[in-house]
């Protein structure tokens, strides 16, 4: 059975500016949402507002039957984890102490949840920082290990006919390419699994490659909800960012890629001058 989130007519007004438009948008479990669109677009909020971290002026977000106002925080914490984009730990914990966090909610007993904390942090390649304080660590090996504690809170996804979901704020957006494909093959792992994810990407190409469903945010408004087939196009991209951009689609390749159309312009490729 599918789990959903789901938004009914959902506005926020935010310091009188309207951030998110009244809108109707339905999450399902198993599969990868993508949310993508310009700076300012409302991605962010959007996702506190299906966090619950803001609540809509009018409309309501609905959690598997239920008015996301009316589930208990506990209850909702072992259904879905959020990874904000910027989460600074204030205190001097250990990364295997920071992913013990996420682990504590779902794990039976202590040493239940330091198997499940290291076996997380196998998962992002950092169990051989288990011991580090993670404020010493980059900013990329600190992504990884949000990532291992948001994951740990919800860790199965799928009990029974229940799905949990992930709810990730730019997840990857401080790491190296071989990391970024790991990180967010794990995430497609979970959702093949059944659970849910909406994760905010700003990088157009490695959204097209795992993306189910992309969702297009433009000035609070849904203005694309497809498979990255159908909604990467090139007037609709290049109207939402403001440059012209060219969406590839050559045989060879199964998906949808991206170039800025000044990428085909000579000026910016003169010929390579013959040496001889
Ligand atoms: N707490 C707040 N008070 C007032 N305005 C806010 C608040 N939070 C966000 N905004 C405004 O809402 C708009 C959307 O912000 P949001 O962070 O959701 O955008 P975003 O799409 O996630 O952008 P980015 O890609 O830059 O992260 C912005 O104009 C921002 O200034």
Request: proline share 5%; hydrophobic share 40%; charged share 20%.
């Amino acid at each position: 059975m599918t789990t959903e989130i789901t938004l009914q007519q959902a506005s926020l007004t935010l310091k009188d500016k309207e951030v998110l438009q009244p809108l109707d948008i339905s999450l399902r479990s198993g599969e990868l949402t993508v949310l993508v669109g310009p700076n300012g677009a409302g991605k962010s909020t959007l996702l506190k507002l299906i966090s619950g971290d803001h609540e809509p002026d009018s409309g309501r977000v609905i959690f598997d039957n239920q008015d996301l106002k009316n589930w208990r925080v506990e209850d909702l914490a072992r259904r879905r984890a959020v990874m904000a984009q910027s989460s600074e730990i204030a205190f001097p914990f250990t990364v295997l102490e920071v992913v013990r966090m996420g682990v504590s909610l779902q794990a039976n007993n202590l040493c239940e949840a330091g198997e499940q904390a290291m076996q997380a942090l196998a998962q992002v390649d950092m169990s051989h920082y288990a011991d580090r304080r993670f404020q010493e660590l980059s900013g990329g090996e600190q992504q990884r290990v949000q990532l291992a504690r948001t994951m740990s809170q919800v860790r199965t996804p799928c009990m029974e006919d229940r799905a949990n979901f992930l709810l990730l704020d730019e997840p990857i957006s401080n790491l190296d390419i071989r990391h970024q494909i790991e990180m967010l093959q794990l995430v497609k792992d979970y959702t093949l699994q059944g659970g849910g994810c909406l994760a905010v990407l700003h990088d157009l190409n490695i959204a097209s490659m795992f993306a189910d469903r992309l969702l297009v945010l433009q000035n609070g408004k849904i203005v694309g909800d497809g498979s990255p087939n159908e909604t990467l196009t090139n007037d609709l991209i290049s109207q939402i960012f403001g440059i012209q951009l060219q969406v590839n689609r050559p045989p060879s390749c199964p998906i949808p890629y991206i170039l800025p159309q000044t990428f085909f312009d000579a000026s910016v490729h003169p010929p390579i001058a013959n040496s001889a």
